[in-house]
Nanobody, 126 residues
Framework: LQLVESGGGLVQPGGSLRLSCATSGFTLNSYVIGWFRQAPGKEREGVSCFSSSDGRTYYADSVKDRFTISGDNAKNTVNLQMNSLKPEDTAVYYC????????????????????WGQGTQVTVSS
């Protein structure tokens, strides 16, 4: 099973980026999948996560109304559209997935996820 992120880069404040997570080794049928980020000196935090079993979607308060998670089952990809980017969004962004999820678990915490991508750097700076 592999998760490969792409789409990171340098963008000015107010700009947009679209991250993609290409999945292989499994099909997106019953799963939880999410985007996390880690800034230097900070803990990894959940940005946006989705549960296929009940359709729940989570967004961190800091990204609500700016970021959108979406999936393409035909292409086995999960995307994160990031608009109105701010310097504080600068971080390494990781895609993560798991298939043994119980609704009693927190949807968007690192402990919920077993499989992780290698990360892609997003830098928001003028």
């Amino acid at each position: 099973l592999q998760l490969v992120e792409s789409g990171g880069g340098l963008v000015q404040p107010g700009g947009s980026l679209r991250l993609s997570c290409a999945t292989s080794g499994f099909t997106l049928n019953s799963y939880v999948i999410g985007w996390f980020r880690q800034a230097p000196g900070k803990e990894r935090e959940g940005v946006s996560c989705f549960s296929s079993s009940d359709g729940r979607t989570y967004y961190a308060d800091s990204v609500k109304d700016r970021f959108t998670i979406s999936g393409d089952n035909a292409k086995n990809t999960v995307n994160l559209q990031m608009n109105s980017l701010k310097p504080e969004d600068t971080a390494v962004y990781y895609c993560a997935a798991d298939f043994d999820y119980s609704p009693t678990q927190e949807l968007c915490t690192t402990d919920t996820y077993t499989y992780w991508g290698q990360g892609t750097q997003v830098t928001v700076s003028s």
